[in-house]
């Protein structure tokens, strides 16, 4: 199957679908299955501690399969390992990468010395035009309904303002979970799709059975915004332990952040605590339940092969489109 958009055509695939990069989430396997079925398969750096555990999983990935991979980096002060997980990458020969939270500048700069491309995540047009000024090779327009980090801005408002002002192809993310979701994001402008919480509830995501099943059981008005996992306000589904912990910093801890001396340390604390909660959920080991995720669950009603997922959204991305009214319908 093949669908060619100027993004399948600088990355080189036949779909254009990324697998988002999902921390705790993106697995070998998972990775692995998306290259292979004609997307981008990506993974969170920090999936694996220390740097070496992360570049031996690198290799694996690559030694199955020739398919464009990626890695997202958090260049953002609160990442200490942005530097070594960034030269492991482009060691291994990682075709795309991903960045987050921060300034992309020498991520861009060594990537395309090692004829790797960047994208990066934007929720507005100021940073997307910062980050295309860079030389940045695409955008991913986070939008609201996005899991983890999500924006603010609705994408059928997102999508088409970064269209009319950009040159570099745009991926649209942010409640994308079936074909029609996916149709609607090219109709707006997207050159390709960035697929998370549908890819949670996959059989190769390597989580607990009880956070595939939160996904599958949840409605979109079970996720909420919290501060509390990374300081900035991200997308998880409501458990009784979110509503008892709140979704706003404490008091001190939001203080402490507007001292510029402080806020790198005060970050950098917050982030740790809030992976160490999000790692327990994951795996099953804690009550404390911290699942990210994003208003997609909406149009998760059961957990598939990776394959399968794929499958399915391109058969309803061809009804999705035929469906759709024509000039030959005007009266």
Known sequence: MILKTKFTEMMNCNLPIIGAPM???SNEDLV????EKGGVGTTPSLNWRPPDQFEKALKNIKS??????????????????????????LDVGV??????????????????QN??????DVTNLEHALKVQDLGADGVIAVSSGAGGHAGPISPFALIPWLKRELNIPIVAAGAI???YSM???FALGASAVSIGTRLIASKEAQVDTA?????VKSTPEDIILTKRISGTPAAVIRTPYIEKMGTELPFLLEQFKKIPQAKKIVQMFIYSLGSRSLERSAKGLSWKEVWSAGQSVGAINEVLPTEDIIDKLMNEYFMAVKSLPLKENLT
């Open 32 to 35: 692995v299955k998306v290259s």
């Open 64 to 89: 199955q399969t020739q398919k464009p991979i990626g890695v997202n980096i958090i260049v953002n002060q609160s990442n200490p390992r942005q530097k070594i997980d960034l030269k492991i990458s």
């Open 177 to 179: 979970a079936d074909g």
């Open 115 to 120: 004829g790797a491309k960047v994208i990066c």
């Open 211 to 215: 956070y595939k099943q939160a996904i």
């Open 183 to 185: 149709a609607a994001a």
């Open 23 to 25: 921390f705790l989430v």
């Open 95 to 112: 075709d795309l990468f991903i960045t987050s939270l921060g300034n992309p500048k020498e991520v861009i700069k060594q990537a395309h």
